[in-house]
C-alpha cells in the first residue's frame, strides 16, 4: 500500500512536471511568433519604402 500511495505520487508530480512544460513550451512559441511578426513587419515596412524610393527615380 505505501509503494502505491508513493507511485502515485510520483505519476501526479510527473503529470505536473510535463504540465508545466508544455505551458512553457507553448509560451516560448507564442513569445517567439511576436517576434517573428514584429520582424516581418518591420522587413514589410522596409520594402514598402524601397518600392517608393525605387518608383520614384525611375524615368521611362
Excluded: S
Amino acid at each position: 500500500m505505501l509503494v502505491d500511495h508513493r507511485q502515485r505520487g510520483l505519476a501526479g508530480e510527473r503529470r505536473a512536471q510535463r504540465e508545466e512544460f508544455v505551458e512553457q513550451a507553448a509560451r516560448r512559441v507564442q513569445v517567439g511568433t511576436v517576434v517573428d511578426v514584429r520582424e516581418l513587419e518591420e522587413e514589410r515596412e522596409i520594402l514598402r519604402k524601397a518600392a517608393k524610393y525605387f518608383a520614384g527615380e525611375t524615368r521611362w
